[in-house]
């Protein structure tokens, strides 16, 4: 068994290639630590010590879909709603870059207030800042993702939760797989950074069906894979679904994340919020397990507490200010430094020129 891993792990740091029966006995192993030690020699080798800061700025928490695990769905009444104005977000923006932020990620529900017309504005006006700009809005049409585009933002981030089409359909009513698949394609078309991931642990899923998840990561080549863990939450609907699953869902974060290195050794990997809210020090595990970027909340205290998708979230009280300042000595704590460019995945795909 043990030499089987030693087996695998070599092949993954000489060829950064992995079968999807391959990934699964990683899955399946005991030995979560050899899988990030590795994935930390990886992230060493391609990308060095530098981390980037991508200021998380979740500006509503409205949404028009209602996924069974999550504590935005619209069903969710215990859920107080907030929208910031679109001044506001370009001066949380403008804040963000005095903190040094390279990049803002704007985060909100699926809110139809936010018109194309007010999204462009918003976007453009931040770009003046010359800092790059990742949305985070969730599905939108083709031209839609063009006129962001087009206004300049540079990533999108829309995870795909699960590859497993029948438990996504499930999981997300009135949405589907299909659709999802297809904006990721659009993304990539219009030459955004393509961010994606999944969300590990929800009910009914499988280490299989997280092995085909990683190797549906790998196929469509992101630049940005986002792992996080589940965190059942009780104001949601989730428990109709069916029965929460046994995993440890911060130990099999950490590893998926670790595996993704191994196979996509020069993306960019977040330490999610969520790793930390199920451990005190998950995001410092994370980032020497593989992860090269943090998404440090920027949003101001009245707002991060009604944007609750899950119970438990870290850096509820505290200010933009605090977060940042207490990330960097984290970071240097661990003989890492904060990066002081915007952290592309690759320069050229974000100058792609639209007509
Ligand atoms: N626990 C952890 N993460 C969640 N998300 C949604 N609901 C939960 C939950 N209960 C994640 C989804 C989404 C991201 C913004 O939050 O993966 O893409
Ligand atoms: Fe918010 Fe540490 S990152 S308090």
């Not at 931040?126 to 206004?151: C, H, M, P, R, W």
């Not at 999108?156 to 659709?179: A, C, G, V, W």
């Not at 970071?331 to 995945?345: L, P, T």
Request: glycine share 6%.
């Amino acid at each position: 068994m043990e030499d089987n891993i030693d087996l695998i792990l070599q092949k993954s740091i000489e060829t950064h290639n992995l079968y999807e029966n391959e990934i699964l006995y990683l899955l399946k192993s005991k030995d979560t630590k050899k899988i990030c030690s590795f994935a930390d020699i990886v992230r060493k080798k391609y990308l060095g010590d530098e981390v980037h800061l991508r200021a998380l700025i979740e500006f509503s928490n409205y949404c028009k879909q209602n996924c069974l695990y999550c504590g935005l769905q619209r069903d969710n009444l215990k859920q107080e709603r907030y929208r910031i104005k679109e001044q506001d977000i370009i001066s949380l923006a403008k804040q963000a870059k005095d903190y040094g932020y390279k990049t803002v990620v704007l985060q909100s529900g699926e809110d139809i207030y936010y018109t194309v017309k007010k999204m462009a504005y918003i976007i453009s006006e931040i770009k003046k800042l010359d800092i790059a700009i990742t949305l985070s809005v969730g599905e939108k049409t083709f031209n839609e993702y063009k006129a962001y585009k087009q206004a300049g933002a540079d990533r999108y981030l829309l995870r795909i939760e699960t590859t497993d089409e029948t438990l996504y359909n499930k999981l997300n009513p009135q949405m589907s797989f299909k659709n999802r698949i297809q904006c990721l394609e659009n993304i990539k078309k219009l030459g955004f950074e393509v961010g994606s991931g999944i969300l590990i642990g929800l009910p009914g899923q499988t280490l299989k069906s997280i092995a085909k998840d990683i190797v549906y990561l790998q196929s469509i080549q992101v630049d940005m894979a986002g792992i996080g863990p589940f965190i059942y939450n009780p104001d949601t609907s989730i428990l109709s679904f069916g029965k929460i699953n046994q995993y440890d869902n911060f130990d099999l974060s950490i590893k998926v994340m670790a595996i993704l290195r191994l196979i996509m050794p020069d993306i960019n990997i977040p330490a999610t919020t969520a790793m930390e809210t199920l451990n005190s020090n998950g995001r410092i595990i994370a980032l020497q397990s593989g992860a090269n970027v943090v998404m440090p909340n920027a949003t101001e205290i009245i707002y991060r507490k009604k944007y609750q998708i899950y119970p438990g979230k870290i850096c509820l009280n505290d200010s933009p200010i605090h977060c940042r300042a207490c990330i960097e000595n984290k970071i240097k704590s661990i003989g890492r430094f904060i990066s002081q460019n915007k952290g592309f995945h690759k320069q050229s795909s974000s100058n792609v020129v639209l007509n």
